[in-house]
């Protein structure tokens, strides 16, 4: 499938023709610094006057390759013209009435759509908030209301949000914490399948999974808490900040046997990893059988418009009226675009994703067999990780050496984000072509070259 950036007769290669950051950025990055929140990470200097597809072009006119999709969010690629099309004649329409108080067609039409093809039952009901943390928290609610029970378990390395429950349920930084605490109270971590590789020495990534749900009910249901007070696990189907980490059928499938045999409920956050990236519509439907009893999307939701739904049977959500709203949630415009989302997902880009995550993935592979601190390569779809490490014999984990690679790729015209402690994630727009991955790659061998 062509990239459709083709459609703007846009260039689809990444050209830097200043140094950088240019001039313009320069002065844009001083008054960013001056205004903005400190607290905001940001890395290399890269500014965006314009995106197209998975082009974006900086405020100097460079010209890049974004495998980055501004934090996996534009799934159909920047400004995809149909989805532009369909904001513009929303936004003529109606930009906001409040869809927690009246009625819109929009809202509902994009609910049945989540409801009928997140997996299991289609008979759900969906709570729209604006973001992944709205969505989660709306879950973490939702699993409250609904058991009468006050614990959660989640996972090491996992990320939810920055709202103080998803906050609580998440365990990525502790700088996220910082002067924060305390927390929402009753929240338990145990280890996610793959970091049991580092701890506890588990050979196969099915001899981890079974000491993670061993720990659950060995230690945490034995010494901490009784699982009759935990409301529900929350858990990436594959951990995104946490390192792109997929974990084995067994675990996803034993946690939810765990949650049913304890009456726990299971959340799957899929905020990074839904809405086709993983070559699945949703991510849960990479584990055959796991029915999650709720489901949260946000980021490529909606191609980049704010948007985050929690999704649940409908015996689940059970709320009353008043229980839970927010003003902005399921705004007319964020679900116009959504609809469209799924329409470009379901008839073509899930295809794309299908090709070309195998392409890049193998591209990547080919790499580390040559360069001997990838790691490890792994992911689905178009959710793939590298991790950096000093040498494949140490399997020292390098996280200077995985920033300076980041940082110089970016430098060449190639946009890469890090995550977890020393890896390197590609989530591109679902619309990146074989040409784009011959680009990325060959910058990232150039940089990789260049290290030594
Ligand atoms: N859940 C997951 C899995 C995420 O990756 C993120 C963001 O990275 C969130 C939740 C939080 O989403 P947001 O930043 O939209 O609140």
Redesign the pocket.
Same mark, same amino acid.
Request: proline share 0%; aromatic share 4%.
């Given at each position: 499938m062509r990239n459709h950036a083709s459609l703007w007769e846009g260039a689809i290669q990444p050209h830097i023709q200043t140094e950088l950051p240019g001039p313009k950025t320069k002065a844009l990055i001083e008054k960013d610094s001056h205004y903005l929140s400190p607290s905001y990470t940001r890395g290399y200097p890269l500014s965006i006057k314009r995106g197209y597809g998975a082009m974006v072009v900086d405020m100097d006119d460079n010209l890049f390759l974004d495998y980055c999709a501004g934090?996996?969010v534009c799934s159909t690629g920047h400004s995809h013209p149909a989805v532009v099309q369909t904001i513009q004649e929303q936004s003529a329409q109606f930009l906001h009435m409040s869809g927690t108080d009246f009625y819109y067609t929009v809202m509902a039409e994009l609910a049945e759509k989540l409801a009928t093809t997140t997996p299991g039952t289609p008979d759900k009901k969906v709570f729209f908030g604006n973001?992944? &943390?709205?969505a989660?928290e709306a879950a973490l609610k939702l699993a409250r209301y609904h058991t009468g029970r006050k614990g959660y378990i989640s996972f090491y390395r996992?990320?939810?949000?920055?709202t103080f429950g998803?906050m609580s349920v998440s365990a990525s930084k502790s700088v996220q914490r910082k002067h924060f605490m305390p927390l929402v109270p009753g929240v338990f971590h145990a280890h996610y399948p793959y970091f049991y590789r580092d701890i506890f020495k588990s050979e196969t990534p099915e001899a981890c999974a079974e000491a993670c749900l061993n720990y659950i009910e060995d230690y945490i249901f034995k010494l901490l808490t009784p699982p009759d007070e935990i409301a529900a696990f929350i858990v !990436?189907p594959i951990q995104? !900040?946490g390192g792109y980490v997929t974990p084995p059928p067994s675990f996803i499938l034993g946690l939810q046997a765990l949650a049913r045999k304890h009456g726990i409920l299971i959340i799957a956050?899929e905020?990074?990893?839904g809405m086709g990236r993983t070559g699945h519509l949703w991510a849960s439907q990479l584990y055959p059988g796991f029915e999650p009893d709720i489901l &949260?999307s946000?980021?490529g939701l909606a191609s980049g418009m704010p948007l985050?739904a929690c999704v649940a049977r409908s015996d689940v959500m059970n709320w009353e009226p008043g229980s839970h709203a927010t003003t902005f949630g399921g705004n007319p415009v964020s679900c116009a675009a959504a609809l469209k989302t799924f329409e470009l997902v379901e008839n073509g880009l899930l295809d794309n994703v299908r090709v070309q995550g195998p392409y890049l993935k193998a591209r990547l592979q080919a790499l580390a067999d040559r360069y001997d601190v990838i790691g490890e390569v792994r992911g689905e779809g178009l959710m793939l990780g590298i991790e950096i490490v000093e040498s494949k014999v140490s399997k020292k984990k390098a996280p200077d050496l995985r920033n300076r690679i980041v940082d110089d790729c970016f430098y060449h015209g190639l946009l890469i984000l890090g995550c977890g402690e020393n890896s390197i994630r590609f989530s591109p727009p679902l619309v990146i072509c074989e040409e784009q991955t011959d680009s990325a790659v060959r910058i990232l061998e150039t940089v990789l070259q260049q290290l030594h």
């Open positions: 934090i996996a973001s992944g &943390t709205e989660n996992s990320f939810h949000g920055r998803s !990436e995104g !900040e956050d905020v990074q990893a &949260t946000a980021k985050g």
